[in-house]
């Protein structure tokens, strides 16, 4: 989930006309149909938590429904369990809540349609569950907040089937520095933070490093004794300055951890022409609050109309992915798309969660073998998270 990404109509109409047509082959969408395909984050909970919708039948909007993710392949999405990282919600209760809530919505959704859906809490489940052809609904909780403070709490959302959580979201919380906040309260982790690290090892909770600050993300590397997940988090090779991505130093400790990045589509995430155009509007934005003047509702789309949004291209995606396996291998990357959590800034070719022929297709064409193709797709994740399992049986 990215935050103040309000944008209106006007936009589709803007990707429309952009859009070139990319047409997988047979081959594409078979290998892309049989084989286990997990994207470690989309933000359906949040999104019918502010707007219901029926995701077990289509939809009218979203990124995400049951018959296109279907057509796309996808069969094992990490939900995310995403708190937002407003003050009102951190230590007082209203996050765990929340949480609470969200998961509950994810049980609703395999229960109103169990012949499509089920909860997934291990690697066992995700295999088992895609031969019986159901689409697992695993969770992530995005935003450490509703731990509070309290290992009981970690214990409850991991019973309740979360299998990895994201430290912190866009601000610093009682766990970690978040890399969008400049005040940098704990220079990295927490005293709290740091004994959750273990906590979490001990019991199979995957980490998720993305959104945390630079030093959060080295003191995890060096506290962690199993591989680590950057849920969805591009690389800032492209992105210069954007320390919400990784860097190529960050992604050679990552190899060393073992762990997986999963890489985000987001337009802001892949290109810095995105990224400027989301700061342009922010500043204008920033500015007219300094002068007091009030922001129309449709403020962003009027800026979209006159100022069309650069989108990237799947081709600029494929580069972030062909730069980890250039650096540290074929091994260390994924998709976690954030298909429902980044507005109307998906790239161009993968618009939604039926679009993943498009990047297996993109993938053949630049090399990539079969076996290579099913790594990147559930392989690595799949990898890292059995590690996870084993470690904690042993604890
Ligand atoms: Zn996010």
Do not use: C
Request: glycine share 8%.
């Amino acid at each position: 989930m990215k935050i103040r990404l309000a944008l209106g109509a006007i936009a589709l109409t803007v990707a429309g006309a952009q859009a070139t047509e990319i047409t997988p082959s047979a081959k594409a969408i078979k290998l892309t149909q049989e084989t286990i395909l997990i994207d470690t984050h989309i933000d359906v909970p949040y999104r019918i938590h502010a707007k219901w919708a029926d995701v077990t039948k289509a939809t009218d909007d979203g990124d995400f429904d049951y018959p296109r993710a279907v057509q796309g392949g996808l069969n094992a999405p990490f939900m995310s369990i995403y708190i937002p990282a407003h003050l009102e919600f951190e230590g007082k209760g209203k996050s765990y809540q929340l949480a609470n809530q969200l998961i509950d919505s994810m049980e609703a959704i395999a229960q109103r349609a169990p012949d499509k859906f089920a909860i997934a809490s291990s690697t066992a489940d995700i295999k088992a569950q895609f031969k019986q052809g159901k689409m697992s609904l695993a969770m992530g909780m995005e935003n450490g907040s509703p731990i509070e403070g309290d290992m009981k709490n970690l214990q409850h959302f991991f019973d309740r089937g979360v299998r990895y959580i994201t430290l912190a979201h866009s601000q610093s919380n009682h766990i970690a520095d978040s890399s969008y906040d400049i005040r940098r309260k704990w220079k990295g982790l927490s005293p709290f933070g740091k004994k959750l690290v273990t906590e979490m090892n001990n019991i199979g909770m995957l980490i998720d490093v993305s959104h945390i600050s630079d030093d959060a993300f080295y003191q995890v590397i060096e506290l962690s004794k199993t591989p680590v997940i950057a849920s969805h988090s591009s690389l800032r090779k492209y992105t210069p300055g954007f320390e919400r991505n990784m860097d190529d130093d960050m992604l050679l400790a990552l190899k060393k951890n073992g762990g997986v990045i999963q890489i985000n589509f987001g337009s802001s995430f892949v290109t810095s022409s995105s990224r400027s155009w989301y700061d342009q509007l922010n500043n204008k934005k920033d500015d007219a609050k300094k002068q007091g003047v009030k922001l129309s509702k449709d403020f962003d789309a009027a800026y979209r109309a006159k100022n069309p949004f650069p989108f990237a291209s799947l081709e600029q995606v494929l580069d972030h992915i062909d730069h980890v396996v250039e650096l540290i291998g074929i091994d260390y990357v994924g998709i976690g798309s954030d298909y429902d959590g980044v507005g109307d800034s998906l790239p161009i070719g993968l618009k939604d969660v039926s679009s993943y022929p498009n990047l297996v297709q993109g993938l053949m064409d630049r090399g990539y073998s079969d076996t290579d193709i099913k790594k990147i797709l559930s392989g690595n994740v799949l990898r890292v998270w059995q590690q996870a399992e084993e470690y904690a049986k042993k604890h």
